[in-house]
C-alpha cells in the first residue's frame, strides 16, 4: 500500500482523493498534523500554488505529500474565477455564496452560450523532504447551468455540466464523477507514476 499526506484541510477534497486513488493507497490530510502552519496560497497560478503547498509541507512532513490546486475558469468572466476559486466570495463563504455570485456575475456580463462556455483546471504536486517529483494537470470541458442542481460533490458541482453529460457534478454519481474530473485526470496520472516508481521502472 501506498501512503501519502495531501497538504490539505479540506476533508471534502481528501475523501475525493482516497475514492479516486482506490484501496491500494492509504490518503491522510493535515488534519492529523496540526504542527504543519497554514500555507499561503501566493502563487499566480494552479502549479505555483500545487508546488507551494506540497513543498512546504513535504519539509515539515516525513512522508511523500500531494497538493493540489485546482479551479473553475468560465469564459465570460475571462477565466474567473479561477486560482481564486475557493475565496471568490470571501474568505469564509460557503459554497452557496460563491455559487450565487458566480451565477450573479454571469447576469451581470449577460454571458451568451458560449460564454457560458468554462472548465475545471487541477494541478497536483508530489513532493518529498523539500524536493519538487513532478507536477500533474487534469482539465475537464463543460458549461455552466442556470441554476443549482444536484446535491453530490462540493464546490461548483452544482452548476458545472460536464462535456457529454446534461447533470451537473452535483447530480452524477460519485463513480462516474471520479472517472472523468479535472481532479480525476490529475490524480490518476500521479498514481500511474507512483505504481510505475514502486515497481521499479
Not at 499561503?40 to 502549479?47: H, M, P
Not at 511523500?64 to 469564509?92: K, M, Q
Not at 513532493?127 to 446535491?151: K, M, P, S, Y
Amino acid at each position: 500500500m501506498i501512503e501519502l499526506v495531501v497538504a490539505t484541510r479540506n476533508t471534502h477534497k481528501t475523501r475525493e482523493i482516497q475514492q479516486i486513488l482506490g484501496p491500494d493507497f492509504r490518503v491522510r490530510d493535515l488534519g492529523a498534523h496540526p504542527e504543519v502552519t497554514e500555507i499561503v496560497e501566493s502563487g499566480i497560478s494552479f502549479e505555483e500554488n500545487a508546488k507551494l503547498k506540497a513543498l512546504t509541507a513535504s519539509k515539515q512532513l516525513p512522508a511523500l505529500v500531494i497538493a493540489d490546486d485546482s479551479g473553475l475558469e468560465v469564459d465570460a468572466l475571462d477565466g474567473a474565477p479561477g486560482i481564486y476559486s475557493a475565496r471568490y466570495a470571501g474568505t469564509n463563504a460557503t459554497d452557496t455564496d460563491k455559487i450565487d455570485k458566480l451565477l450573479r456575475e454571469l447576469v451581470c456580463v449577460r454571458a451568451t452560450e458560449d460564454g457560458r462556455r468554462a472548465r475545471f483546471r487541477c494541478v497536483v504536486a508530489a513532493a518529498r523532504n523539500g524536493n519538487l517529483l513532478a507536477t500533474f494537470e487534469g482539465i475537464v470541458e463543460g458549461r455552466i447551468a442556470d441554476n443549482v442542481r444536484g446535491v453530490l460533490g462540493f464546490g461548483y458541482d452544482p452548476i458545472f455540466v460536464p462535456d457529454g453529460f446534461e447533470q451537473t457534478f452535483g447530480e452524477l454519481p460519485v463513480e462516474v464523477k471520479n472517472a472523468i474530473s479535472h481532479r480525476a485526470k490529475a490524480v490518476h496520472a500521479l498514481a500511474d507514476r507512483l505504481r510505475r516508481l514502486e515497481l521499479g521502472d
